[in-house]
Every structure is written in structure tokens, then in C-alpha cells.
């Protein structure tokens, strides 16, 4: 369901979500598949339709798979299998490959044009239900109590919500009115962003990074029928006389011609990494923009908040249906900083590595890389670090806070991927002779809204291609429980191991009951 304003000027709900970005989107999505009362207050009258982000990866594929869209999507990306860095010569200095299927059981990387993506789910969003999207209800005041969140916009018109979730981006309106600062870490360039639409194939480079101490110089794909030229500048200033067409057509003229493709847009952006100091405050919490903002390099700036979506997705989850306290939030940003911080801090290694402005430091990176390179030095796969803290078991054994790996499995009805055959939700996955070992305390798994799945090589669900054989052989465990947002709460192996962990389990699911309070107005 979906209005641009309302005539009523009080009003109550679950979850406000400001900001109707793809993060905004996924994280009202989620909530409201869950049965949550979900209104998104978006300022701009209708959706951005511009690109911005460029890519995304297996874990986030498997997110748009969880909200039905995967399929759409297919046709309208591009499966990005080489990221290639060269230095002003055009010579590649290193490259990284990318896995037909990763972890999370898709390509691992995916180039978009982000209008496509945006437009999938807008479709889901609108088609869930509880969900209520007002475009062109800029947020204009915010206030809280211990219980809830008044939020004003323009207008006048108020809505009460027990939880705001602000999605509202790097300038967002919400973190400025709670007065939350950022961590700086002072990566600040200035860039001219060029996007095309090609009008026929074009043999342009799809993911390329060229170090050219005088012209730094990104080229990527925007899927099949889109690319983007971005170009370092000297300073802000420098974008009016470098936008003109004629001289961003004689920048590109190396790959494209007017022939080729019609220029679309020219923007200007400052690549910034900033990191808030609180996710939450209260009653409110930031994801997406609002809460960090890493230099592109690696691409993961969309995927890390569609990562904070699906984390806080089942703990607002567990905390609106009083089956948890508050305090769960406080694990958010626990979990999530650590992460953030280490992709950013990549990515401004990379960034810093490309964009050196001094010709002598940049030969001698050439030299080295390009020596490297020739000595066959395999370039190291970028992997993401495991969650450490939160909502883990107690023991720490292999696996406990990685992505848990998603293979083809058969229950003798459907064959596909786990999460479509299995569903939403915690996961108990273990062997049948181990599920039979837990006697009662399978049970009691399954009250404490745990799916409790047996999987073998023929059944009853079907391991198809030995995706879970060989995860559970590398970590050394028979049992694993999964949480809603794909990570590992826990592993555990031997003979009493698995029933240890599906006790902590229970127990950490178990820790309130209590009827959530009603919303009401703060005064």
C-alpha cells in the first residue's frame, strides 16, 4: 500500500523508516514481512532515479532472493567475474577474480544500474503487506521517550512509532537532530561521475581502476546497458569547466563515442569515510549512509547497509513481539561496526593505492605490483571478517560469526537454494542422527521459533552437491544454527556439542515474553 500524504494529522504505528533508498526499502520490506505495521517517509516526491552504487555481491543477492526479487534481477545485471587495476600504460598491475557461485550461493559480484534495482523493490515494498509508503513527507522533528518516537513532518502531520529506523543517507536529517558526531578518517576526493547508455555493444572495460597519477580514472559497468567513466579531480571547483559534454566526451574517446552512447548524466561527488559514533540512540537507530560512509573501491558502501537491514530486521523483529528486551538493539552496532570499519579501512587502502597524485610514488607502485605479478603471485581473495560479539553462542568455535554457506538442497518436494526451499528464520542444521540424538530438546528448538532441519547425501533434506558436507568437514563441527541475517550464531561438533548449542540456543532466544507495551504519544 502506498499514498504520497494524509489528511490525518496523528497517528500510530510499529516502525517508521525514513528514507527511501534501497536500504530503506529492503529494511521496510523485511519488517513488514514479518507482520509489522511499516510507514516510510521519503522527502523527494517519487524515487531517485539516478544511479548511484554500481554493484553488489553474493550475501546481498541473497537478500533480494529472500524478498522475491532475484529473478527479475538477472536479466538486468551483469556477472562481474575480473576487477582489474592498471597504471597509466594501460598494463594491468593486478586483478581480483570473482567466483561464478560464492558462499552465499550467487555470483559474487553483480554490476546494476541502480534505477532497475530501485524499481524491484519499490515493486516488493508496495506489495507487502502493512507497509505504507508516503513520498514527499520530508521529516521535519523528531522527539522520544523511553517507549516510543514521535516523528513530525512537513506540514504538522505526526506518527508514533515504537521504533524509527533512519535510512536518510551520508546528510542524514535524523543523525543531525540527535546530534550524533562521526568518526572522520579524513579520506576526502572529489570526483566527476560520467554515466552512459551505451546503443549498442561497446568493448568497453567492465571493471577497471587506472592509477594515472594525472587523470586517476574509474570505468565500470552499470550492467548490460550501462557504463560510468568517474575522474579524480583537483578540487570541487574544477567540475564546472571539466563537466561540459565536449570535454567529457574527449575524456572517453579512447572507448566511446557519441555513436556509441548517449551521456546521461554528470555529477559531482566527494568520496568520504565517516563512521557515527552511536547507531542507537533510544528508540531510534541509523543504518545505510546514516550511520557510515566508506570511498567506493570495493563496492560494498549499498551492501554494507543492506547488511545493517537484515541484522536489525529480526531484532526489532524479536523486540516489537516481546520476545526480547531493548537491550538486543545494543548488539546492533556491536556486530556491525567491526565490519563497517574493516571494509572501510580497505577500501581507503585501495583508494590511496589507485589515486596517488605523485608520479614518482606512482612508478614505484607499478614496479612492485607489476613484479609481483610477473613472479605469479596470486592476488588475495578480499574476504570480509566474522561477527565476534552479539548475539553468539557462548563458545567460540569455527564458524560462529561467519556467513553461513548456502548450497542446492531437495526436501523431496522442491529443489533450489536453501533459504527458498527451507525459509526465513533461526536454523538448527544438522545430520539426522544428530537431530535424533537431541531428543526433546528438538522440540523444544522448534517452540522457540527455530526451524530444526535434518540434512544428509539423500535426505530427508538433500544435500545435492555436498555444499554443507564439506562446510561442516572445514570447521570441524556436525551441528550449526543460523541466524535470520545468514550468520553463524554457533557450531558444534561431537557428542555432546550439538545439544550444548541448541540449549544456548534456547536460552538466548528465551530471555523475555513479556506483551509489548502499547504505543502511545509522548507529551
Known amino acids: 500500500m502506498s499514498v504520497n500524504r494524509r489528511s490525518n494529522t496523528a497517528e500510530t504505528t510499529d516502525v517508521v523508516v525514513v528514507g527511501y533508498g534501497p536500504v530503506g526499502m529492503v529494511t521496510a520490506a523485511l ?21 548511484r552504487a554500481a554493484s553488489f555481491d553474493d550475501e546481498t543477492m541473497r537478500t ?8 527479475e534481477l538477472l536479466p538486468k545485471v551483469r556477472v562481474q567475474h575480473r576487477y582489474e587495476w592498471t597504471g597509466a600504460s594501460g598494463e594491468v598491475l593486478r586483478e581480483h577474480r570473482y567466483e561464478e557461485r560464492g558462499p552465499s550461493g550467487w555470483a559474487e559480484w553483480y554490476m546494476m544500474y541502480q534505477p532497475d534495482l530501485e524499481d524491484a523493490l519499490d515493486a516488493a515494498v508496495r506489495a507487502t503487506p502493512g507497509v505504507e509508503v508516503r513520498m514527499g513527507a520530508p ?65 568497453v572495460p567492465t571493471a577497471r581502476q587506472v592509477g594515472d597519477p ?4 574509474s570505468i565500470i559497468s552499470l550492467g548490460p546497458d550501462h557504463h560510468r567513466f568517474s575522474f579524480m579531480l583537483d578540487s570541487e571547483t574544477d567540475f564546472e569547466a571539466e563537466s561540459v559534454p565536449a570535454k567529457v566526451w574527449d575524456r572517453v574517446a579512447q572507448h566511446l ?22 547507531w542507537r540512540r533510544g528508540c531510534i537507530l541509523l543504518a545505510g549512509d546514516a550511520a557510515h560512509q566508506m570511498p567506493p573501491f570495493l563496492g560494498q558502501g549499498m551492501c554494507s547497509g543492506i547488511r545493517d537491514a537484515q541484522n536489525l530486521a529480526f531484532k526489532v523483529d524479536r523486540v516489537l513481539r516481546g520476545h526480547a528486551p531493548m537491550e538486543l ?39 612492485r605490483l607489476l613484479a609481483e605479478r610477473t613472479a605469479g603471485r596470486k592476488q588475495e581473495t578480499i574476504r570480509f ?21 548456502q548450497g542446492v538442497v531437495d526436501d523431496g518436494v522442491a529443489r533450489g537454494r536453501f533459504d527458498q526451499v527451507v525459509g526465513d528464520g533461526f536454523v538448527f542444521l544438522a545430520a539426522p542422527e544428530v537431530i535424533a540424538d537431541l531428543g526433546s530438546t528438538a ?17 530427508p533434506l538433500t544435500d545435492v552437491e555436498g555444499t554443507y558436507a564439506r562446510w561442516f568437514a572445514e570447521n570441524g563441527c556436525s551441528a550449526v544454527a543460523v541466524r535470520p541475517d545468514f550468520y553463524v550464531y554457533g557450531s558444534a561438533g561431537g557428542p555432546v556439542g550439538p545439544r550444548a548449542l541448541a540449549e544456548d540456543l534456547i536460552r538466548a532466544l528465551g530471555q523475555s515474553a513479556a506483551t509489548p507495551p502499547p504505543v502511545r504519544a509522548v507529551l
Not at 64 to 71: E, H, Q, S
Not at 214 to 217: F, I
Not at 257 to 278: E, G, K, M, N, W
Not at 385 to 405: F, I, N, Q, V, W
Open 31 to 51: 519488517l513488514g514481512r514479518s507482520g509489522h505495521r511499516v510507514v516510510v517517509l521519503e522527502r523527494y516526491d517519487g524515487l531517485y532515479n539516478l544511479p
Open 64 to 71: 533480494f532472493a529472500r524478498l522475491g526479487i532475484a529473478d
Open 139 to 203: 521529516v521535519t522533528g523528531i522527539r522520544q521517550d523511553d517507549s516510543c518516537v514521535v516523528v513530525t513532518v512537513e506540514g504538522g502531520a505526526t506518527v508514533t512509532a515504537r521504533q524509527v529506523i533512519a535510512c536518510d543517507g551520508g546528510n542524514s536529517f535524523v543523525r543531525g537532530t540527535l546530534g550524533i558526531e562521526q568518526d572522520d578518517y579524513g579520506f576526502s576526493e572529489p570526483w566527476m561521475v560520467c554515466d552512459f547508455r551505451l546503443r549498442r555493444p561497446t568493448p
Open 214 to 217: 594525472a587523470r586517476p580514472t
Open 257 to 278: 563515442t557519441p555513436d556509441d552512447a548517449d551521456l546521461i548524466r554528470v555529477a559531482t561527488y566527494t568520496f568520504r569515510s565517516r563512521i557515527a559514533h552511536h
Open 329 to 367: 538493539l545494543d548488539t546492533y552496532q556491536a556486530e556491525r561496526e567491526p565490519h563497517v570499519r574493516t571494509v572501510t579501512e580497505m577500501g581507503i587502502e585501495l583508494g590511496r593505492l589507485q589515486t596517488t597524485r605523485d608520479p614518482a610514488v606512482a612508478e614505484a607502485r607499478d614496479r
Open 385 to 405: 571478517p566474522a561477527l565476534t560479539c552479539g548475539l553468539l553462542a557462548a563458545e567460540s568455535l569455527p564458524g560462529r560469526g561467519g556467513l553461513s554457506r
Open 443 to 459: 522440540q523444544e528448538l522448534a517452540r522457540a521459533g527455530v526451524k530444526v532441519v535434518a540434512i544428509s547425501a539423500d535426505g
